[in-house]
């Protein structure tokens, strides 16, 4: 049966997924067994378990989910590096449910079916390894943690909203997904909706194309418990703001509990409607800081209990002293450690350690850009007064080199549009045009493309930070 499940789900992950992403960490799973609705698959080396249980965990569970008749509750991924699982042995144009072999439907219905399921706009699943048991605690975040618990074991009661604010990477989604597993841990039935921003403003602008709002509304409106992360990058999108407003006031109205996530507190997102603003701080406002030396310690110590490769001490301060930025980054750097000490025949010690991480600890070195000095870098590489980046001068020879700077300012640092067009003096749809504009042309205008390359490297970044959508 456990063969038969993962067969299904492998067949909708490799139509759903990036060729690429499929076959470099899915095709490379083992189902091993299902025991107690949960199914255990296998990896062959630690990186591998680190990767897919951070990126692609989610994704695997809707896959199984979708249409098996089993009840699956979770996916547990081990390490056995005697694990060989070739996805072409499998004929995936015939994969029957052997209990009664009945067709499932049509292929495209099924393909639409896995597709949103799938799609990172409407997958909703929460991420397993989200969850308190997981959650370090330490004196940044203890307060935050607190007041999660108490929502968890009263949700709509105590902290409504709640309303979570601190920097990338500081474990403001894994709070709020805790809270979600642990209403849903309580009360199965529970609707439990997590959505970005980002996606929820994709959902609205279709539901306008299809007229479809109705369908919209009850999906977020219905819910029990609403999880919207970083809620900041609603600002100054107004369609959006009033759906989200209605849908704020019906759910606080039913006791329903709301919690939100933002790198910043609600009054300081500027393009955020006041009222919207008001409704936010109706609730509990918590900060979430920077993790000290000994939670880090404590972080990267958790991460390696379950694996079979174990780092000195001396390994685990190295990274605690040097990686202080965020979790995230001392994730990816534990990983990092662990991979090379899995697939290298050397010990690994703190200077191998330091040649491993050296992109994460130039990261950790370079301060954090502001709007002047991306203005000034420009300024001084077009030969321009500073007084040229807020004028109303519209030559060729300044409103470029101030699109571009523009720009900048949006692909390198956290600054909202609202914020960069104050910088400049411009409104928020000159900011807008400038980033179009410019992502446009370096695309096609290679000595356009080299000078901005230029000037990202005056400026301590590198070129790649580029790769941008231009639909922002």
Known sequence: MHLQIWNQALTRLRSSLDGDVF???????????????????????EMLKMWVENNYLPYIIDAIRIDSKEK????????????????????????????????????????????SALSPRLGMALNANYTFTDFIIGPSNSFAHAASMAVASNPGGTYNPLFIYGDTGLGKTHMMQAVGHSVQSQNPNARVCYTTSEAL???????????????????????????????QFLADKTGIQEEFFHTFNTLQNAHKQIIITSDRPPNKIQGLEARLVSRFQQGLTTHIEKPDFETRMAILRHKQRNSSIKLDDSLLTFIAQNVCSNVRQLEGAIISAVSYASLSNE????????????????????????????????????????????????????ALPRQIAMFLCRVLTHGSLSEIATAFDKTHA??????????????????????VDTIVKKLGRSPSELAVSSSD
């Open 72 to 115: 699956i509750s979770g996916v547990r991924i081990e390490v056995d590096s005697d694990c060989v699982f070739n996805y072409n042995d499998y004929d995936s144009e015939n994969v029957t449910d052997s209990s009664d072999g009945e067709d499932r439907g049509a292929a495209a219905t099924t393909h639409n079916r896995i597709k």
């Open 430 to 451: 000159t900011v807008v045009h400038a980033c179009k504009t410019i992502y446009g042309r370096i695309d096609t205008d290679e000595e356009l493309r080299n000078r």
């Open 347 to 398: 010990p690994l010690t703190v200077e191998l350690l330091r040649e491993v991480l050296k992109d994460i600890l130039e990261l950790e070195k370079r301060p954090e850009l502001s709007f002047h000095d991306i203005q000034r870098v420009v300024a001084d590489d077009w030969s321009l007064r500073m007084a040229d980046m807020t004028s109303r001068e519209r030559t060729q020879s300044v």
């Open 201 to 231: 403003l994709n959902d609205f602008i279709e539901s306008i194309g299809t007229n479809t709002g109705n369908e919209f509304r009850k999906r977020y409106r219905s819910s029990d418990v609403l999880l919207i992360d970083d809620i």
């Open 23 to 45: 076959s470099r960490w899915i095709a490379v799973i083992s189902p091993v067994s299902l025991n107690d609705s949960v199914l255990t698959v296998a990896v062959d080396n």
